[in-house]
């Protein structure tokens, strides 16, 4: 990929990961000399001023956790448009594409495994911090084999601008809480739960519950029994299975209260595989003995399985029953014509009919207005008005997924209690595939983008030898990725051998402009002047705009910037950055007859001395600011 340097500071190597939401790159950091991963935000996402904000504040929050088992967070900034996070690169996997290649991991594996994210989340709940999105895909396993937790720091800010049950995220969806579900407050103990899925998973080899929408595994959670375990693999020893049952339980109360409690059971399981203790050898909450455990699950809530062939005939001799009494009633009724007989029947059904769907008959109730609600919040005020509901799913990228979008009837309609009303429930955005586009010409691309129903978004060209001319050199989103339909792929495109394309010359000197020009085979011609706030000689504008591709040898002519008749100065000034803290951002302004602009801008620990260059015209000042707060002010 094109050398790109963000931050001034990270050299961007190649991609290795992408997403709805940010791209990540391997990168070097120019200053330390170490590898590292960044993640770049999208640009659609730039615009929200609230997410930017939080994924901001997360991400600074998140840099607080050092642990073994935490992907560090280094830094986080901006370099023009874009929002990056700087974080530790892993070698190696997630535990998604371990258990997805090498199948299930043994049993004291996933133990270690489960030990090393619930020592990352005692160290992050420690400080305040809830991941809320424990998952197979944000663990990564390194070359050694240790688990590290990613994504702390931007889960919050993610979530609160997507959507639960989205199928950009159904991974999700499959370890979320029941609390999570029901929109309640987050606890930690909701990421205990997550992480009880995740040993489930690894135990197993599935997941607990799958269903062919998102809306309908999250209802799972809340509303379905946990499958047991040993019912899946027979081989999970015990004391694995009473780990997984009391992480896994419905209600909190009935959870591990704290990550410190699920380390000390899984540290006592470890023991158990390796030999170095019997089981069960001594009494804690969790363990108890075999005939305990025995008629725990002998219970009445257990499913169980009927022979379909015991009541088959049983359904076959009670229908011969009726047949007979309805023969024997049919010849005593000899007088009864039978079309009046099939009118009252065809009557009796149609009332029947009526009232079962709460057309007619019983008492009347007033239809909540569900619209805008979740599908819990929405049968909850159906069930109170005494109502029940049917579900269609359709997407809609207005609601996020999960959301009522429309009923029938209408609220604050009266109905007959017992009416079904039709919910249109939103599948959230519909994401598409993105197709490769790399090779392409323009003319194939846009009916290729229009079948994947993407747009083209900003085309920019260079020249790169070797690759086929007009063609497609990179996109902004690489295959294969998922991204909302609709969603505008910037392209990069080859030019001709005997191309350029023009830079940007705007904010150069004269001279700078001539020698860019010349490197890419171009000529400056005519230079005029005109009087400007701007440093002399610097350049305004340019014909032909930037951008655009020219023949080798084209002219182009541009405006420059030249000072009214006033004294220029230049000297040098000192600062010293007050002390208090080990980054203070530091902003140097210079205001002269020009106007007030920004000279220096960087972030420093107290006590470093500053020197910079100041140059202006006629009166000038140059303030200093640390934080924001102006320290200094000289007149020079």
């Known amino acids: ?60 929050s998140a840099a607080k956790l050092i642990h073994a088992n935490i992907v560090n967070v280094y830094d986080v900034g901006r370099d023009g448009d874009a929002y990056y996070i700087v974080m530790e690169y892993v070698k190696g996997s997630t535990l998604k594409e371990m258990i ?3 199948g299930p991991p043994d049993h004291l594996t996933a133990v270690i495994i489960a030990h090393g994210v619930a020592s990352a989340l005692k160290h992050a709940h420690g400080r305040g911090i809830v991941h809320c999105d424990i998952k ?42 029941p609390e999570q579900v029901r929109g309640e407050k987050v606890s930690t103990q909701s990421d205990l739960y997550s992480l009880g899925i995740l040993l489930f998973e690894m135990l197993t080899g599935v997941l607990p519950f799958t269903a062919d929408t998102p809306v309908a595994v999250a209802l799972k959670h809340v509303n379905e029994k946990m499958p047991n375990i040993r019912d899946v693999n027979p081989n999970v020893p015990l004391i694995l299975e009473k780990i997984v049952n009391k992480a896994l339980s419905k209600k909190i109360e009935d959870r591990y209260m704290t990550a410190d409690d699920f380390l000390q059971d ?4 470890a023991d158990y595989l390796t030999g170095n203790i019997s089981y069960p050898e001594r009494s804690r909450h969790l363990i108890a003995d075999e005939k305990d455990q025995s008629a725990g699950i002998t219970n009445h ?20 029953e009726n047949s007979k009494e309805a023969d024997k009633q049919h010849k005593n009724r000899k007088n009864v014509k039978y079309w009046l007989l099939g009118l009252l029947v065809a009557a009796s059904l149609l009332i029947i009919g009526l009232f079962a769907a709460g057309v007619v008959g019983g008492p009347e109730t007033l239809v909540p207005d569900v619209t805008g609600k979740n599908v819990l919040e929405a049968r909850t005020l159906l069930e109170g008005a005494k109502l029940g509901y049917n579900i269609d799913e359709e997407y809609n990228p207005h609601a996020q997924a999960g959301i009522v979008v429309a009923q029938n009837p209408a609220g604050k309609r009266l109905v007959k209690e017992g009416r079904k009303i039709l919910l249109i429930v939103s599948k959230g955005v519909e994401l598409g595939d993105v197709p490769n586009l790399k090779g392409k010409k323009l003319t194939e691309v846009k009916a290729v983008l229009k079948e994947a129903r993407f747009e083209i978004g900003k085309v ?25 339909v609709g969603t505008k792929l910037d392209l990069v495109i080859n030019i001709k051998k005997n191309q350029a394309v023009l830079p940007d010359l705007v904010g150069m000197s004269v001279s700078q402009a001539k020698n860019k020009l010349n490197d890419l085979g171009l000529v400056l011609e ?39 008749d006033v004294s220029r100065t230049t000297q040098y000034v000192e600062f010293i950055v007050p002390p208090g803290g080990d980054n203070q951002d530091v902003r140097i302004v210079v205001a002269d007859a020009g106007g007030s602009r920004v000279v220096y801008t960087n972030s420093h620990k107290g006590g470093v001395r ?27």
Do not use: W
């Not at 500071?9 to 991609?15: I, S, T």
């Not at 350049?539 to 000072?563: H, I, Q, W, Y």
């Open 301 to 320: 809530e257990e499913t169980m399985r009927l022979d379909r062939n015991a009541y088959v005939t049983r359904l076959k001799q009670s229908g011969d």
């Open 460 to 484: 920019t060209y260079k020249y790169v030898a070797g690759e086929p001319e007009e063609t497609v050199l990179q996109q902004s989103v690489a295959a294969p990725a998922k991204l909302p």
């Open 526 to 564: 005519a230079v005029s002047y005109v009087v400007s706030k701007e440093p002399e000689n610097t350049v305004l504008s340019m014909r032909p705009a930037a951008e655009e591709v020219v023949a080798l040898g084209t002219k182009v002519d541009v405006t420059a910037a030249k000072s009214a």
């Open 1 to 60: 990929m094109e050398q790109i340097l963000i931050g001034n500071r990270y050299q961007l190597l190649e991609a290795i990961g992408t997403g709805g939401m940010a791209e990540v790159y391997r990168a070097t950091d120019t200053l330390l000399n170490r590898e590292v991963a960044v993640k770049i935000l999208r640009a659609q996402y730039t615009g929200d001023e609230g997410f930017v904000s939080r994924f901001r504040q997360e991400a600074q």
């Open 100 to 102: 997805a290649e090498q």
């Open 136 to 177: 197979p895909h944000n663990i990564l396993i390194d070359e050694a084999g240790n688990p590290k937790v990613a994504d702390f720091g931007i889960a919050r800010a993610i979530s609160t601008a997507t959507m639960t049950y989205t199928s950009s995220v159904v991974g999700s969806v499959h370890y979320l809480s």
């Open 610 to 636: 500053l020197r910079q260059q100041i140059e202006g015209t006629g009166s000038i000042k140059v303030k200093f600011y640390c934080n924001d707060k102006l320290v200094e002010e000289k007149s020079l």
């Open 266 to 269: 899984l540290e006592y399981a």
